[in-house]
């Protein structure tokens, strides 16, 4: 009984502390916060805890498809879609949903004279670093030959690198690493200067940013993969997700020797793509894979290689989008692949798990699923529901217990300084409002939703035969007890009542 009323306790002091106050505050103070999560359970809510109920206006954090890196003096940052990035002082700190400040990039098109502009001009950002070898004044992560460099040349920490196609990057290594960010793109169509969603989308595609000695991101003059398109006629060809595969700690895998290449020893780009269309002429994005021949170029799409194939004929329920009169006259996606390799100790083999998305992202069915596979490249496996005829969601639960919708998604995996699996991703909190329609494509309805991150602990469990699972851990610890925490004082009373 002692331990019920400390629970009670806690959660009584909580609510009063966080005093739920209804008053406007332009500056959205996070004291005002009215805390949805249990303070013990093992999922945290990390952006948009200050949003009241009825607030119809987004504010300027990146609040989609996290992707989460861990700096050489143990900070956090966490990219997004947008120009916006969360920097925590420790792991600690975003494991528990603390504070952060936020830092927008200074991303810029190749002329390094135009800025990217609006909230849709870039997706999916994330970043890596190479580094370059002193002895052989090349990347380690890539061997010279076929890799499109033509020179590197080093004076100090300044650094010039001459392509072969005629590009020239400028920038500058600290601790001999070089970062480069990738992100998907709208590129200005016709005469425009600057890009129009959802206008250009059709011309998004995946590029390479290098930070100039002066501070700015500059994009590359070709994208990572495929070819650039200034049409907004067809969709085949866009992409904007993609993730270089790593372990769980960040750490880049290089392929084996005749994986992709007879030579091998390179890092591997995976990514969703529109490369056909149904026989109803909607577009089909699956995700694909092929080795980096540098940081800044993938290898020629005569490489490519689909990692798992959708059968249009009878896909999945979770990958039908809702933009057709009918589901066999709508698109077809699986979107936002991120790899990620493990270590299975039945099988005692390296084993790689894919988390994806599918169908439209605003509604109540998109969520997490997970594929496995023994190679990076492939085929992947999905794990699926019970009954075998849809993809499973591992997110599923926690979207009903705490009314989330257009999530939990687009997730990222990866271990803590212990090697603790962990989990992030988004989702839109149906409570904030209530009476709003969350499976729709009119945008001036979708504008008013906040898409918040998550962080959670990630169980990776191992049947008799060796097969993987996943799943999210999100109730408190040792307890059976609901995690849902009162939302204000006006539900204090049904929070006891579950207690009882």
């Not at 709208?186 to 290098?210: E, H, L, M, W």
Request: charged fraction near 25%; charge should be positive.
């Amino acid at each position: 009984m002692r331990v019920f009323r400390n629970i009670v306790t806690i959660t009584i002091a909580a609510s009063i502390a966080l005093g739920f106050s209804t008053s406007a505050n332009e500056k959205l103070d996070i004291k005002h916060a009215a805390k949805k999560l249990h303070p013990f359970a093992n999922l945290k809510q990390v952006t948009g805890k200050w949003l009241r109920v009825g607030q119809d206006k987004r504010y300027m954090v990146p609040t989609a498809d996290p992707f989460v890196r861990i700096r050489p003096d143990g900070s956090v940052t966490v990219y997004g879609t947008g120009k916006r990035v969360l920097i925590f002082k420790s792991m600690d700190d975003f494991l528990r949903g603390g504070k952060y400040r936020v830092e927008e990039l200074p991303f810029y098109y190749s002329d390094g004279k135009t800025a990217l502009r609006g909230q849709e001009a870039i997706w999916d950002v994330n970043k890596y670093k190479f580094s370059l070898d002193e002895k052989t004044n090349f990347f380690k992560e890539f061997p010279k030959e076929e890799s499109g460099i033509k020179e590197i040349i080093r004076n100090g920490n300044d650094i010039d690198i001459h392509l072969d196609d005629g590009t020239k990057i400028q920038s500058f290594l600290e601790d001999g690493v070089l970062d480069v960010f990738y992100g998907g793109v709208i590129n200005p169509t016709g005469d425009r200067k600057y890009a129009r969603f959802p206008a250009d989308n059709k011309a998004r595609r995946s590029y390479a940013f290098v930070k100039s000695r002066d501070g700015k991101l500059i994009q590359l003059p070709k994208p990572l993969f495929g070819e650039a398109t200034m049409s907004t006629t067809s969709w085949l060809g866009h992409t904007y997700g993609r993730h270089v595969i790593t372990d769980g700690r960040g750490n880049l895998i290089l392929s084996k020797p005749g994986e992709f290449s007879k030579r091998g020893g390179r890092p591997v780009v995976c990514y969703e793509m529109i490369s056909r269309l149904t026989g109803m002429g909607m577009p089909v994005t699956e995700p694909f894979c092929r080795e980096m021949i540098s940081p800044f170029k993938a290898a020629d799409d005569a490489s490519e290689i689909k990692m798992f194939h959708i059968d249009e004929t009878k896909p999945f329920p979770s990958l039908v989008r809702t933009d057709g009169p009918t589901p066999a006259e709508s698109s077809i996606l699986m979107e936002g692949p991120r790899v990620t390799a493990f270590d299975n100790p039945v099988s005692g083999q390296r084993q790689y798990f894919m988390l994806v998305s599918g169908g439209d992202f605003s509604t109540d069915r998109y969520g997490i699923h997970v594929l496995i596979s023994d190679t990076m490249k492939g085929p992947f496996k999905p794990l699926m529901k019970p009954d075998g005829r849809d993809l499973l969601d591992i997110g599923d639960e926690i979207r009903k217990t705490y009314r989330l919708s257009w999530g939990p998604a687009r997730a990222h995996a990866f271990q803590d300084e212990q090697g603790r699996w962990k989990i992030t991703f988004h989702a839109t909190d149906k409570d904030i409002l209530p009476g709003e329609n969350y499976s729709t494509l009119d945008w001036d309805t979708l504008n008013k939703f906040n898409r918040n991150v998550y962080v959670a602990d990630l169980d990776i469990g191992f049947d008799a035969h060796g097969n993987p699972g996943l799943q999210i851990q999100h109730r408190v610890p040792g307890s059976h007890l609901k995690v849902q925490a009162p939302r204000g004082t006006h539900c204090l009373v049904r929070a006891l009542q579950e207690l009882l």
